[in-house]
């Protein structure tokens, strides 16, 4: 089953975060435990949204980093192609790098009619969507882990 990755998942997940009208911008920590993102692996994320133009980073005492546009105003496909790059579908959907180069395929004529069907939809749906499809809370409750002592 064909889904987005789960980088995808923290970098929605973070701008959501971002999403919250009682700040104006937030540092990394902050945004770490509202998405529940581990703090390095969001730093690259946010680097990676930064260089897309989605978020902006400032250094320093007033800094933090905040959205760069209105959610109604970044796509979906932007937030994946910022964070998986332009090729994230891929040329081929077995996989295999020489398929498009060398040979026709019997998926190659479907595959890319899909790749352009996903990518224009993704282009149409809105984080604001998402957003409020999926209702991200400011603080995602985590499942308590068993002690190790206690009975399964």
């Avoid at 993704?122 to 604001?128: E, H, P, T, Y």
Wanted: aromatic residues 6%.
């Amino acid at each position: 089953m064909m889904c987005l990755s789960q980088t995808t998942g923290y970098a929605i997940q973070a701008l959501g975060c971002l999403n919250d009208l009682a700040y104006t911008s937030r540092q990394i920590a902050d945004i770490a435990k509202c998405s529940g993102t581990p703090k390095p692996y969001l730093a690259k994320i946010i680097s990676s949204l930064s260089r897309k133009g989605l978020v902006c980073a400032k250094r320093g005492y007033h800094g933090g980093i905040s959205l760069a546009r209105r959610p109604q105003d970044i796509s979906l496909l932007e937030i994946v192609e910022a964070v998986e790059g332009e090729h994230w579908l891929g040329e081929c959907l077995l996989g295999f790098e020489e398929c498009a180069k060398h040979f026709t395929c019997p998926t190659q004529v479907f595959w890319q009619r899909i790749r352009l069907e996903i990518t224009a939809e993704l282009r149409q749906i809105s984080l604001a969507q998402v957003l409020a499809a999926k209702s991200i809370k400011k603080s995602p409750s985590r499942p308590r882990r068993r002690a190790a002592n206690r009975p399964a």
